[in-house]
């Protein structure tokens, strides 16, 4: 199976298991880069709201690294797939994070379901440090950048107040 989870097209091979039909899989990222509305329709679905286990949710949601938003102005329109490079794949995965930050404050407002959502975001990252963060990039100099990076933002959110409590306030089912 990890080798499905890990069938990132064009970087790895797609994955067929043979004790499931010799279907063939690819990376859920593909799907749901950020699983977080995947978490929240599951816990509705299966545990809380009226006649289920519990009647609220929590969600702590923890980015994971990504490119500094914006690029500058002046780029050729017009490009094929080779000129978007990497651009094509980090697009539809940015542009997904940002819908589900995006539908995460709006759900939580006007659904019935108490429903708190705390997002850690992803740590800044320098125009220098960004060759480093390249989906295919495994070097010990990328590696290092994003544990240190992970560090920084851990270091950071442990001083939250949402997120203390959040592993702190004991969760409780429906009486």
């Known amino acids: 199976m990890a080798l ?27 799907w749901a880069n950020n699983p977080t509305l995947v978490g929240l329709i599951e816990a509705l679905k299966y545990f809380v709201g009226e006649g289920k286990e519990y009647d609220s949710i929590q969600i702590l949601s923890i980015s994971s ?16 797939f080779i000129g978007w490079r990497s651009d ?7 542009g ?4 589900t930050e995006y539908f995460m404050k709006t759900i939580s407002e006007l659904n019935h379901v108490p429903i708190e959502y705390v997002r850690v975001p992803s740590a800044v990252v320098s125009k220098e440090q960004l060759p480093l963060v390249d989906l295919d990039n495994a070097c010990p100099n990328s ?10 933002i851990g270091l950071e959110f442990r001083q939250n107040e949402k997120v203390r409590l959040f592993f702190t306030t004991p969760k409780s089912y429906k009486l």
């Open 143 to 152: 590696l290092d950048l994003l544990s240190g990076k992970g560090n920084d």
């Open 65 to 80: 690294l990504s490119a500094s938003k914006g690029k500058p102005t002046g780029w050729k329109r017009n490009r094929s």
């Open 4 to 30: 499905a989870t890990c069938a990132a097209p064009t970087y790895f091979p797609i994955h067929q298991i043979a004790n499931h039909d010799n279907k063939q899989f690819v990376d859920g990222g593909v």
């Open 96 to 99: 997904q994070s940002e819908f």
């Open 88 to 94: 094509l794949f980090d697009l539809p995965m940015n």
